[in-house]
């Protein structure tokens, strides 16, 4: 059953006044029930203190008491509620008066401190004190401290933007700070360290490509001596080829050189060196094809040649070229090639200077061939112009 504050409401509240107006005189009321019954009515006032309010709590009853204390730090008037239970109290009240508690405590609002007694050493002024004491949050004396924070310095002007401080966003900002300083100096140090890494790299890169150029020219100089040793070697193995292919070959079957065919012609025509019949036409060993003729033929053409008489002596026959053998043609096809020849075209002189011309002919170099023989043969030729 709740409890009944409004039959003795206006003594309540009369008494409670009274305890919290610091000019009276009155420091502690004490309220309990009427009988058994749920009524509050006030038990009693006074003016003496924790001292006095202890003396009148009874044993057997459970009591309100509201009193008013300085605090022993600060001076101020404290207030502090007491819930008293009796030890002769019946346990079914108590179970009832448990509930009346939070009743009570809204009825006598502004106690500082709430103490739940039981016993009389619950209630001793000291131990309350102590109580109070802790209960205030100081652990010094306000009259005693407060010259100690007096700032006797000459106080700067607040200007109107002034702003108090606050701690936790100071923390924040300075941390900022910080971390933005920590974050730009491992920035520098992440740049310095790519920058040497690079450099580390085309280092790395500049020394590889160093050495694979070393190596390559390396290679390309051993290539090219192996290239060289290979010719070398293939022409000396074709030298020795050759020379044993021509030492394999028997003499008849070798080819005459050009040159030794026309030095045979040279000691053949010497040895049958014939005077030409005909003035004016020149033949020389080097323009015949056949290598030898027959002294049958050369004793045929002449003997016709002294019979004829004079009148026929002013046209000159064409003689018609011998045969040459094919073998001697294809030999001499490089050394020179006779040209056809033509009809005469002026009157021979008589045969009486033709002979005389050809025995005032002296051999002044018996001795010389080939070559020296054309030589004197063209002079022999150009000064029978002349005559």
């Known amino acids: 059953m709740a409890v009944n504050l409004s039959r003795n409401g206006p003594a309540l509240q009369d008494a409670y006044m009274r305890v919290v107006d610091e000019k009276s005189p ?161 920035e520098e140090n992440r740049r310095l360290e790519e920058k040497r890494r690079a450099e580390e790299e085309r280092r790395r890169l500049e020394q590889e490509r160093r050495e694979r150029e070393l190596r390559e020219a390396a290679l390309r100089e051993q290539r090219y ?34 040159r030794e065919i026309f030095k045979q012609k040279e000691r053949a025509m010497s040895t049958t060196s014939i005077p030409s019949p005909q003035p004016g036409k020149l033949r020389s060993p080097f323009l015949q094809k056949q290598l030898t003729q027959p002294e049958t033929s050369l004793s045929r053409e002449s003997a016709p040649a002294a019979s004829r008489p004079a009148a026929d002596l002013h046209e000159e026959p064409v003689p018609s070229a011998p045969p040459c053998p094919v073998q001697v043609e294809e030999e001499e096809e490089a050394v020179y090639e006779e040209p056809p020849e033509q009809e005469t075209l002026y009157e021979e002189p008589p045969m009486v200077q033709l002979q005389e011309a050809s025995s005032a002919h002296v051999d002044h170099y018996p001795g010389l061939s080939g070559k020296g023989l054309c030589a004197r043969a063209l002079y022999d030729y150009q000064a029978g112009n002349v005559l």
Request: with cysteine; net charge negative.
């Open 225 to 258: 001596q192996e290239q060289g040793e290979a010719a070398q070697r293939k022409f000396e193995q074709h030298e020795v080829a050759s020379r044993n292919r021509q030492e394999q070959e028997p003499a008849c079957q070798l080819p005459a050189h050009p």
């Open 26 to 186: 009155t420091d502690w009321a004490l309220f309990t029930y009427e009988g058994n019954s749920n009524d509050i009515r006030v038990a009693g006032t006074g003016e003496g203190g924790l001292e006095e309010m202890a003396e009148e709590l009874n044993s057997g009853k459970v009591m309100y008491a509201f009193c008013r204390v300085k605090d022993p730090n600060s001076g101020l008037p404290k207030f502090v509620l007491i819930n008293w239970t009796g030890e002769g109290v019946n346990d079914v009240r108590k179970g009832a008066c448990a509930n009346h508690v939070s009743t009570m405590a809204g009825f006598l609002k502004g106690a500082h401190v709430t103490i739940n007694a039981r016993a009389e050493e619950d209630v001793e002024p000291e131990c309350i004190m102590q109580k109070v004491a802790r209960a205030s949050g100081a652990n010094y004396a306000f009259h005693k401290e407060s010259g100690r924070f007096q700032d006797t310095g000459p106080q700067a002007p607040v200007g109107s933007v002034y702003q108090k401080t606050n701690a936790v966003s100071e923390i924040k900002r300075v941390g900022k700070d910080s971390f933005w300083a920590k974050a730009e100096k491992e």
